[in-house]
């Protein structure tokens, strides 16, 4: 990833609420993701103008310290932490953030009213990601920055309403007044327009980022998504946790057993 010069940060041109909220050149952001973003994405993301999220839900506590202090080295710029509020650890991990001066954190997969207002008496910018309208004003209510709504595309685990991208935004951007961040699906510069036209002010881009270099995740993972094409992917766990997968063969035995479930 190309780092801006920093003679040209910050006069790029552009600038919206959710450049102003983070302090960054372009509305774009790289998704928290489990095993995949540690500190060397998020911090060149980061360095090239965008938002870069370290994904603290694989990391036992100790792993989550030592990538916000290799993140710190590696950045002067703005980035985050990613916490899916339903593993074991993420109360240890909120401390750590803490602790550790991070400014921005994205929570997931929980409520916002429980850890919204703990997070933003230390002053933190926090963002909650949903994918309904409902959970939007929800995430209003709790006081949340902004949202990231995302659509049924998305990449990793999925909201249950299956909404679309299409479908969500325009819904979620008339439901709040906080600034949207629209994600599932969006890979390219043709995608970004049509969701900011569609009222986002920024983009959350995972599936896109998971395959760059500097992502954690194993070559042959990532050579799997850059080689993967339209209808590739499917829902699956449907009834237990939603999750988009590849359809390979750790799909067929998550299909299988899911069909042997319901018989
Ligand atoms: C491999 C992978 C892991 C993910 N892990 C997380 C995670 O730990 N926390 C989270 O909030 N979202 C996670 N997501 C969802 C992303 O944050 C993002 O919203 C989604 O990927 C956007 O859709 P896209 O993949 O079409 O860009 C993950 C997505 C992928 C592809």
Redesign the pocket.
Known sequence: MTALSSSFRGTVGFSNRITKLFGIDYPIIQ??????SGWKLASAVSNAGGLGII?S??MYPDVLREHIRKCKAATILPFGV?V?LLYPAFDKHIDIIIEEGVKIV?T??GNPKTWTSVLKEKGITVVH?ISSSKFAKKSEEAGCDAV?A?GF?????NGREETTTMVLIPAVVEAVKIPVIA?????NGRQMLAAMVMGAEGV?????F?ASEEAS?HINFKNEVINSKEGDTKLAMKELTPV?LLKNDFFKEVDEAEKEEQR
């Open positions: 998704a928290g993701m489990i095993w995949a994904g839900g694989s990613n899916p994205f997931s997969a990601v990231v995302e595309e998305a990449g990793g685990h994600a599932g699906g969006i890979a959350q881009l995972g599936s896109r998971v995740s988009r």
